[in-house]
């Protein structure tokens, strides 16, 4: 269908994508976002930027996530869906 043709709601809707949909929602994504805002020594983390690891084990330590891995969350903070601190 040629774009013309689509409304306006039509042409703002994302495509389906391929892949696993996330698991993580839109609440948990923002509770992370906001840690990842903050500065690690504030979790008593000895060190002055996030890694996967530190902020991983943050995030499951809150209980926003009952298990992420360290490379997901480095994922999330490198494609700058997280602030990276």
Known sequence: MPLSELSVE????????A????AL????LCQIA??????????ERPIS???GREIADEIM???IVTQISPR?????LK???????
């Open 61 to 63: 330590k809150r209980g």
């Open 25 to 28: 929602t839109a609440d948990q």
């Open 72 to 76: 997901h969350a480095a994922r999330l």
């Open 19 to 22: 892949g696993k949909p996330s």
């Open 34 to 43: 906001a840690l990842a805002c903050e500065k690690p020594e504030q979790s």
């Open 79 to 85: 494609r700058g869906t997280l602030s990276h601190t």
């Open 10 to 17: 039509e042409r703002l809707c994302d495509l389906p994508r």
């Open 49 to 51: 930027q996030w890694t």
